[in-house]
């Protein structure tokens, strides 16, 4: 059973998916719902969900949010570590809008202050991989973490999270981080990977709905009825790490039946209502 260690933020999703556009000033019907979220918290549910072992590094607070996160996050049965400190939780508010894009605003709370000094190198050491949520090389000293933690890894994949953060970041920033890091594997979308067109590692390449690039070559996507596109990189990376491609691309087109980014909980089927 492969064992997954990820690195990153373990927050509340706020996920919104309005009936119809929003109007300003004006009350909008919509399906809203909360669940455990952040990068790292994605695939380390979905890599237990899909067989797998696994294990988050966190840096978490004390309040009801943070409580709540963790709470939903151990029933997937992921062993969280870290730090937990006065302090709230981060929130992310995940609006979905037609067709099929979603738009976030996101609170980071004190996820986003993991020191290296507070890791334990045997979390990473007693796994087979380590994760890191690309989000942590953003800002230090997340980054810093990070890169202490792969020096400690058996593997190292990172996904680069978004274009738009990197550019935020600053390119170059960002890529001496990734150097750093030297993961021997990177997951990316399309405009993700141009940020970095001078980076050389293995890549896995989201292409949304058409399918992805993996080492072992292109894979289609199968047509299926989109609910939700939240977090479906997230579990494609943690299917590609348990099992390959083929589990991939399943629990991406799973993923993206589901309201939100977790996996269903055990013993539940899913239902968008």
Known sequence: MESICTIGDLVLDVLVLPDRPLVPDADTPATI??????QAANVAAWASALGGSSRLICKRGTDASSELAADELARYGVEICGPVVPGRAGVVVSIREQPGGRTMASDRGVSSLLHPTELDPSWVATCEVLHVSGYCLMAEPMAEAAIYAARHARRVTVDLASAHDIELTGVRAFSFRLEALGPDLAFATEAER???PGFDTAWVIKHGARGATFPEGFYPAPEV????STGAGDALAAGYLVGGPELAIAAAAQSVGLIGAMPSPPGVTSSPD
Not at 225 to 228: C, F, P, V, W
């Open 225 to 228: 009825a989109a609910i939700d």
């Open 33 to 38: 719902r909360f669940a455990a979220g952040g």
């Open 194 to 196: 141009a940020t970095v």
